[in-house]
């Protein structure tokens, strides 16, 4: 079974729109992290949000939060006011507390959404 | 704070030759890992290094490897390059102090083998 699912493989979003990516995950272990990365097309991962299974708080950056919903086993990144430079591919991953292999040290990457922002 | 680097940035090679990739991490991170990403999929874990040993790698032939120096600095070998190994070749590095901490990545070294 995957680990980390992400169901939409592209999305079209008007700019200045909000935009729900979503990420669901599959863990038996009751400490873990969720992260989510930007990658452009240039390449490059870039951190985006952090979640940690204990945060009480959704993680909030800038324009970026993180809709935590610990028994439904979702993580979805929420962009406010979208932007043109927000087109790109973005990766949900998870890190377990107990190594089951898979992953570096337990860090999974889900496969990703392409989201295009359109003017 | 400098982030993570990569050199080089392309790199082409024709069949059956070798690459090395390099990589710096983040000043103080101990433990570095290495990604493949073929055009159009995912992330795929290659290798993981901290404190100079290699604690894990993914699913790739022994025709991979590489090492972690005593700066924390890292490099990845190829061996006997074959086409499919055309990929952008990403590190990340990470602190190490808890299982949560995050791992940054550099910008990628684009490897074409002819």
């Known amino acids: 079974a995957q680990k980390i699912t992400q169901t939409q493989p592209g999305m079209f979003v008007q700019e200045k729109e909000a935009v729900t990516l979503d990420c669901t995950y599959d863990?038996?272990?009751?400490?873990?992290?969720l992260f989510w990365y930007k990658q452009p097309s240039s390449g490059e991962m870039i951190f985006l949000i952090y979640?940690?299974?204990?945060?009480?708080q959704n993680a909030t950056e800038g324009r970026y939060s993180l809709n935590f919903q610990k028994a439904r086993k979702s993580a979805n990144l929420v962009i406010s006011a979208s932007q043109l430079g927000d087109s790109a591919m973005y990766f949900c991953?998870?890190?377990?507390?107990?190594?089951?292999?898979?992953?570096?040290?337990?860090?999974?990457f889900g496969k990703g959404t392409h989201l295009i922002i359109q003017p | 704070e400098a982030g993570v680097t990569q050199s080089p940035t392309h790199l082409i090679k024709t069949r059956g030759q070798q690459a090395t990739l390099r990589c710096s991490p983040i000043?103080?991170?101990?433990?570095v890992y290495w990604y493949q990403q073929a055009l159009g999929l995912g992330l795929q874990f290659l290798l993981w290094y901290d404190e100079g040993e290699e604690r894990n790698r993914g699913n790739f032939p022994p025709r991979f490897s590489g090492r972690q120096f005593p700066n924390y600095s890292s490099e990845l070998n190829v061996n006997a390059l074959e086409l499919e190994d055309s990929a952008l070749y990403l590190c990340a590095s990470r602190l190490g102090g808890t299982f949560t901490d995050t791992q940054y990545f550099g910008p990628g070294t684009r490897l074409t083998v002819l």
């Open positions: 991953a998870m890190r377990e507390r107990t190594y089951s292999g898979g992953g570096a040290d337990g860090l999974t």
């Open positions: 863990t038996s272990d009751q400490s873990y992290g």
């Open positions: 000043s103080g991170h101990t433990s």
């Open positions: 979640q940690g299974s204990y945060d009480e």
